[in-house]
């Protein structure tokens, strides 16, 4: 089984900073592409950043310039660090990860249950 479980979340100002992480554990034989997500009250779930096995990364435009994905290989851990938070990044913050258990399995997508952000005016 693989686990997904995030942390960092909180109550922030508008213009503080937050920094979301998220470890994979469990039987992970390659850790692949791995994502944040972000779903606002009422709202759909949309991809914040991503970040590949060789860290090529890619950001919503709402992300860019203000958050920072990251990850620690080693680790099995990635990291969004978010800064000059405004209202509007309130929601929860998911993260997703496309992982192969074991060279006799193929790549499957997983999720962690989510960490709430909630900033405020």
């Known amino acids: 089984q693989v686990q997904l479980v995030e942390s960092g979340g909180g109550l922030v100002q508008a213009g503080g900073s937050l920094r979301l992480s998220c470890v994979a554990s469990?039987?992970?034989?390659?850790?692949?592409?791995i994502a944040w997500y972000h779903q606002a009250p009422g709202k759909q779930r949309e991809l914040v950043a991503d970040?590949?096995?060789?860290?090529?990364?890619n950001y919503a435009d709402s992300a860019k310039d203000r958050f920072t994905i990251s990850r620690d290989n080693a680790k099995n851990t990635m990291y969004l660090q978010m800064n000059s938070l405004k209202p509007e990044d309130t929601g929860v913050y998911y993260c997703?990860?496309?992982?192969?258990?074991?060279?006799?399995?193929?790549?499957?997508?997983?999720w962690g249950q989510g960490t709430q952000v909630t900033v405020s005016s």
């Open positions: 997703n990860a496309k992982i192969q258990r074991s060279r006799f399995h193929v790549e499957s997508t997983y």
């Open positions: 970040i590949s096995s060789s860290a090529y990364t």
């Open positions: 469990g039987s992970i034989f390659r850790l692949n592409v």
